[in-house]
């Protein structure tokens, strides 16, 4: 039997995505409310984060919303800079983990654009498994995310674990056999001592 952790990425590796900046940086006259909704929410937030739309379709749909005037290369950079920062303690959990002898992994919904981040921010030779949703094209908390990712890593044969601070993801990665626990970056220490 292999030990398995896998880990979601904002909350749990990244600290929150920085609206206020990227809202200022377009210099739209949307609230910050309104732009959330707009920017990380709906249906073509979905579909970009399903991989079922390029970053360039789902971008000229919310700069024509936002009215922005910005253009793809130019949105993808700023994109980059307001991801959040990293959570040292949840690298070290990882590291101390693959130190220990288990596999460790990644699952998350994320835009194409972000896989390559995260790429940079952890160490891909660390990880044993990588699950993002444009690629899975299926977002947590959906069965299918899940349902995939059983068959990868087999939880009914191996003992398999999974970070994520939001409590639905959680409950539903129980159902598919994967010991879930809610944590973020500021309290897995503690919450990864039960491992």
């Known amino acids: ?88 303690e949840t690298i070290e959990v990882m590291k101390d983990l693959k130190k220990k002898g288990y596999k460790i992994g990644i699952l998350s919904n994320l835009k194409s654009i972000d896989v390559d981040n995260i790429r940079k921010t952890v160490d891909i030779k660390m990880l044993d498994y990588e699950f993002y949703s444009c690629y899975v094209h299926a977002l947590k908390p959906d069965r299918e995310i899940f349902e995939h990712v059983a068959r990868v890593v087999e939880p009914l044969v191996n003992e398999v674990y999974f970070f994520d601070n939001v409590i639905e993801n959680c409950c539903e990665a129980e159902k598919w056999g994967i010991k879930a626990i809610c944590a973020t970056g500021f309290d897995i220490l503690e919450k990864s001592q039960s491992l």
């Open 1 to 88: 039997m292999q030990k398995i952790v896998l880990f979601d990425i904002d909350g749990v590796i990244l600290s929150s995505y920085n609206y206020e900046k990227f809202l200022k940086s377009i210099k739209s006259q949307c609230s910050l409310e309104d732009f959330r909704k707009i920017y990380s929410s709906g249906p073509v937030f979905e579909q970009c984060e399903k991989g079922r739309i390029s970053i360039d379709e789902f971008w000229m749909n919310v700069k024509t919303r936002l009215g922005a005037d910005m253009g793809t290369d130019e949105f993808i950079k700023l994109h980059a800079s307001c991801r959040g920062q990293v959570f040292e």
